[in-house]
């Protein structure tokens, strides 16, 4: 049974409904057509379909709101890097053309016009912008492959080093998630830097490298549980310098960013800014500030956790402790960013521990509590939360239907226990888009239609509803999904978990 191709959806803002008669005469045979009678409602639409419109036409002279209104919330929301405008108007002025065009038309056609030309470049236009989008989500895809490769081997370096250390591999996950954290909290306080989302992400990756050097310090001086001698601490001082040489040997990629920030990290991240730090003592702004942002997210750690030779302190005494230069002098910006962090570091810590333990194999802990990263929850709220987790459970593994939730970081799949029975699967799959068993139920194709479903939601449209061919008991089968999308802020917002269910087409 073959799935019917939906229209390409066509937006109409002009405040001349002859006008929008006009041109839906000329486009309804083959496209969908929504109408807005002005800029405003037009906005509005924009924001309820998002790139589920596959172009807008448009209107320049328009009461409330004009069409280069419009145009100027679409490139403040970044709409206009996805759904190309063309503009439609009387006002053929080289003045308000070229207006038009800075502000990211793709085309201009000036009224009266003709129904063929409107036709042809309507059809261009999309199909275009259709190329484009499929080339750059084969590039995303490339991207994402290569740098979760990256993380993958540096992830087991470094987990080499903490286990030889005596500690659990947490320590770099928390510095990691700490120093994006800060790094993201920097950038809204202050452009000082020059810091950019490629650079958070490659500071943070590189972060984990920052103790490689004790891969040569004795282990007796390690995890000795007392306090060092002043001979057993100059030892271990050694680390940072050693670390940094270890990368500055590497026979070959010196010129990759990674390496070399990795480098300013291992040599620099026990400096501090008073000039009081090793192994070189620099002070203030010669720190470069990857090293700064990894000392600070270090200390923080080393104080909240539990290590052979103390306790761990809790989140407040480890601030107070920091900021009253307990731990030697960090940059009052970076500080500033530390305490005005506050529940949301502790929260996102606590997740990424247990993200990391479901990876490690303690699958049973995975979480099925989906709220925004910057809430707090109080006892009663976390109460209620774990009510609705086991009545979800209860109801998905009773239900007979196929449940399914998906968290992004870590990428895997949580199957309800009736559904993983019924498909034949495990319960929990890590990395389910690669995972054999999914490809033989889905096919790629329709992992394909997932990844483009997906891409459609925003967070004022988080649901969607889509039929796919399954392949069930040996057998194709016509499904249908319904799927919600649980989001967050990063840069932009964007999803980070879904949960849903599949019945077959007759059922629903």
Known sequence: MSIKQNKKRILIVDDSEMNRDILKDILENDFEILEAENGAIGIELLKKYNIDISLVLLDIVMPEMDGFEVLEIMNEYSWIEDIPVVMISAEGSSSYIRKAYELGV??????????????????????????????????????????????????????????????????????????????????????????????????????????????????????????????????????????????????????????????????????????????????????????????????????????????????????????????????????????ELGIQLTTQLKKNSVNYHVEHGIQNVASAIHEHSELSASEKTVKLLEYERNKYAFFSNYSHEIWFEYTSKPAMLKLSVWSAKQLHMDEIILDPLENEQIINVIGEDGIKKFKNELRKTTINHTDIEFDCEVILNHKKQLSHFMIRTIWEEDYIYKYVKFFGKMVKRNDC
């Open 106 to 339: 793709t085309d201009f056609i000036s009224r009266p016009f003709d129904d063929a030309i409107v036709y042809r470049r309507v059809n261009n236009t999309i199909m275009l912008y259709s190329k484009q989008r499929k080339l750059v989500d084969m590039v995303a895809d490339q991207i994402y492959e290569n740098e979760r490769r990256s993380q993958l081997m540096i992830a087991i370096l470094s987990h080499i080093v903490e286990f030889r250390n005596g500690e659990s591999g947490l320590h770099v996950i928390h510095v990691q998630t700490i120093t994006e954290l800060l790094l993201k909290h920097l950038i809204k306080k202050t452009k000082q830097y020059g810091i950019t989302s490629t650079d958070i992400s490659v500071i943070s990756i590189a972060s984990a490298l920052h103790d490689i050097g004790k891969i040569a310090i004795d282990e007796h001086i390690l995890n000795k549980p007392g306090k060092l001698t002043d001979e057993e601490f100059q030892i271990m001082k050694t680390h940072a310098s050693i670390g940094y040489d270890m990368l500055e040997e590497l026979p070959f990629y010196q010129d990759e960013k990674l390496v070399n920030i990795a480098k300013e990290i291992c040599r620099w991240h026990h400096e501090r800014y008073d000039g009081r730090g090793y192994p070189d003592g620099l002070q203030g702004d010669e720190i470069p500030i990857s090293a700064q942002v990894v000392s600070i997210a270090d200390v923080y750690d080393a104080l909240t956790s539990e290590r052979v030779y103390k306790q761990a302190f809790s989140h407040e005494k480890a601030i107070s402790m920091i900021i009253n230069g307990e731990c030697g002098a960090f940059n009052p910006m970076l500080l500033d960013c530390l305490k």
